[in-house]
């Protein structure tokens, strides 16, 4: 996995200090099952990864679903265990721990940014 923060594009606001990404089949569908709860501050960003499901997770999720550009297309606020969501025009799916997208302030229409660590 690759390890960065994600920002809003163009600017210095970090919204994810310490993101991951996946970089191969077997991490996009390992994903977070099996290890613990993201702590505030981390994300995981799924590419490509148009929908989740939190079968076998014990704790809910935040999700930012992401076009090719990196624009927040939607948002689901806690996810529990044992649910789908996904959107059919997303490219990639931004996995945060819950309350995670109302404190960073992220929202629809945002465009997010790579950036390594």
């Known amino acids: 996995m690759k390890h ?11 919204l994810v200090p310490e993101a991951r990404c996946t970089t191969n089949a ?4 390992r994903g977070l099952l ?7 501050g981390q994300g995981l960003l799924i590419d490509p990864c148009p929908s989740v499901h939190t079968i ?3 704790y809910p999720l935040d999700l930012a679903f992401l ?3 990196w624009r927040v297309l939607g948002m689901v606020h806690k996810l529990p265990p044992l649910r789908f969501a996904g959107r059919a025009d997303a490219r990639a799916t931004l996995e945060l721990p819950p309350g995670a997208l109302a404190a960073a302030g992220i ?3 945002d465009v997010l ?3 390594e660590a």
């Open 67 to 69: 076009d090719p550009q």
């Open 26 to 29: 077997w991490e996009r569908m």
């Open 107 to 109: 929202a629809a229409g």
């Open 34 to 40: 099996g290890r613990p709860p993201l702590a505030t």
């Open 113 to 115: 940014e790579w950036r």
């Open 4 to 14: 960065g923060a994600l920002y809003r594009a163009g600017s210095a606001d970090c």
């Open 56 to 58: 076998g997770m014990r």
